[in-house]
């Protein structure tokens, strides 16, 4: 199993509640019945104040390499995550569990 996490950092200027943020949010939503190969899939903007604080995260559970594959070059992944890259900066980790 791989745990495939991803936290987004916004860009200046663009805050939780800008319409762009909202939408790319609004995008990952449902992806679990779009995707099979997400055994678990959470995300949600972050809710503590610390300053290193990343602004959103995605937490979600595949069962290997492959699947992590069909779901990073998925359509309806790819869409959400282009509206993402366009506002903001990530980090990704993946590790076995």
């Given at each position: ?35 099979p ?16 604080a ?18 990073a ?9 282009q ?15």
């Amino acid at each position: 199993m791989i745990r495939h996490l991803v936290m987004f950092k916004l860009n200046e200027g663009i805050a939780k509640d800008d319409p762009r943020a909202l939408a790319a949010a609004k995008a990952f939503d449902g992806l679990e019945e779009q995707i099979p190969e997400l055994l678990e899939w959470q995300h949600g903007f972050n809710v503590s104040p610390r300053d290193v604080a990343y602004d959103y995260a995605i937490n979600s559970l595949v069962a290997d390499q492959d699947a992590l594959q069909v779901y990073a070059t998925h359509p309806a992944h790819v869409a959400a995550a282009q509206l993402w890259r366009a506002i903001a900066t990530l980090v990704v980790a993946d590790f076995e569990v």
